[in-house]
């Protein structure tokens, strides 16, 4: 039962969290288009899942893309916030073809992350490979953590 329990809070968060990010999508971009909300929310039809992972040396951003060609991926670093947009076009019907359920989002896409002040946004690189985009941000020296031997007298 405690495994159950702890499913079903894991998942909440999840839900949670990513209603925050639409959320904040929606306001970001109608404070940067200066629009109205319903105007947000037809700027993007569709978010790609992300992982966030910080190592000793960067953060990383992994954005799934599946379906997407690279020429159609955007990336900007505007005000200390990195943006990845782009669009995936939905496949044309073939003659004698008939969708009978079609689950996958088309349209354009975007997602936004603030660019933490221990890294520097304007060094960011990317690659896409696989249907994933990795985006790297290099930490500056500062924030990278240093061993310091002690000696023992």
Same mark, same amino acid.
Do not use: C
């Given at each position: 039962?405690?495994?159950?329990?702890?499913? *079903? &809070?894991?998942?909440?968060?999840?839900?949670?969290?990513?209603?925050? &990010?639409?959320?904040?999508?929606?306001?970001?971009?109608?404070?940067?288009?200066?629009?109205?909300?319903?105007?947000?929310?037809?700027? *993007? &039809?569709?978010?790609?899942?992300? #992982?966030? @992972?910080?190592?000793?040396?960067?953060?990383?951003?992994?954005?799934?893309?599946?379906?997407?060609?690279? =020429? #159609?991926? /955007?990336?900007?670093?505007?005000?200390?916030?990195?943006? @990845?947009?782009?669009?995936? &076009?939905?496949?044309?019907?073939?003659?004698? =073809? %008939?969708?009978? %359920?079609?689950?996958?989002?088309?349209?354009?896409?975007?997602?936004?992350?603030?660019?933490? #002040?221990? *890294?520097?946004?304007? =060094?960011?690189?990317?690659?896409?490979?696989?249907? @994933?985009?990795?985006?790297?941000?290099?930490?500056?020296? /500062?924030?990278?953590?240093?061993? @310091? #031997?002690?000696?023992? /007298?």
């Amino acid at each position: 039962m405690d495994l159950m329990r702890a499913l *079903a &809070d894991r998942n909440t968060l999840r839900e949670l969290e990513n209603m925050s &990010d639409q959320l904040n999508r929606i306001f970001t971009r109608q404070t940067m288009s200066g629009g109205r909300g319903d105007q947000a929310l037809a700027s *993007a &039809d569709w978010a790609p899942l992300v #992982d966030v @992972i910080e190592t000793d040396s960067d953060f990383q951003i992994l954005a799934e893309l599946p379906g997407v060609e690279k =020429k #159609d991926v /955007k990336l900007s670093v505007e005000d200390n916030v990195l943006t @990845i947009s782009g669009r995936r &076009d939905q496949e044309s019907e073939e003659r004698g =073809k %008939r969708v009978h %359920r079609a689950e996958r989002p088309y349209g354009s896409f975007a997602r936004s992350f603030t660019v933490p #002040d221990s *890294a520097d946004g304007q =060094k960011a690189t990317a690659e896409f490979k696989n249907g @994933i985009l990795k985006v790297r941000l290099p930490k500056s020296e /500062k924030a990278r953590p240093k061993s @310091i #031997d002690v000696e023992v /007298k």
